[in-house]
């Protein structure tokens, strides 16, 4: 039996992924969580081989919360199942000590043999991060400037290009307006931007939003 402990900050995304696994007869899960310190307490106690990890939850990020779990409970397989673009963040995620990555709008049959393959020591790829990687390596490309942004000056500059405001962001990532200031500073001065609508420009043009 694999035993799934699922981390996501949506209640209904949870339920609809716990729905989905329960059509395997060879997966159980026996914990969820809704952020960081709850996932912690979930830990203590749960039986868990893979960890599905969603990457924009309040407080710590998943990348955050990946480092983490590579120090604190480094057995375990951790699958991230996110919104986010995938060539975009996974090959962060997958440097970050991911097991794998898959999209939430992908084909919940598709989860099962995500977990299975992670629990066999393999790593997932969807066919779409495989070609890219292939790709990759036949043709090297220069790295782009959002390369160097740290997964929270990530999240500002995406959360910026799509519109929020620097309160909303603070509030979504339970961090300071002061806080989220600086990561906007910094963003700006890593990219060589000036302002908030070169950013957007920006974001768009590198298909992150």
Do not use: F, W
Request: aromatic share 4%; glycine share 6%; hydrophobic share 45%.
């Amino acid at each position: 039996m694999i035993h799934v402990v699922l981390c996501d900050d949506h209640a209904v995304l949870r339920r609809g992924i716990r729905d989905t696994l329960a059509e395997a007869p060879d997966i159980q899960v026996t914990g969820e969580a809704g952020g960081y310190s709850e996932l912690r307490e979930v830990l203590r106690t749960a039986a868990c081989d893979v960890l599905l990890l969603d990457l924009n939850m309040p407080g710590r990020s998943g990348l955050e919360v990946l480092a983490s779990l590579r120090e604190t409970h480094s057995t375990i397989r951790v699958l991230v199942v996110s919104m986010y673009p995938e060539d975009q963040y996974a090959l962060r995620c997958l440097k970050a000590g991911a097991q794998g990555y898959a999209n939430k709008a992908g084909d919940p049959v598709e989860l099962i043999a995500a977990v299975r393959t992670v629990m066999q020591g393999r790593k997932y790829l969807t066919a779409e991060v495989a070609q890219m990687l292939a790709d990759s390596l036949a043709q090297p490309t220069p790295e782009v400037p959002h390369a160097a942004l740290s997964e929270r000056e990530l999240q500002t500059l995406v959360k910026i290009a799509s519109g929020r405001r620097l309160s909303d962001i603070a509030d979504e990532l339970m961090l300071s307006p002061k806080t989220v200031s600086v990561y906007r500073s910094r963003v700006l001065e890593k990219l060589k931007l000036s302002n908030n609508a070169e950013l957007t420009v920006y974001a768009i043009r590198n298909q992150l939003v």
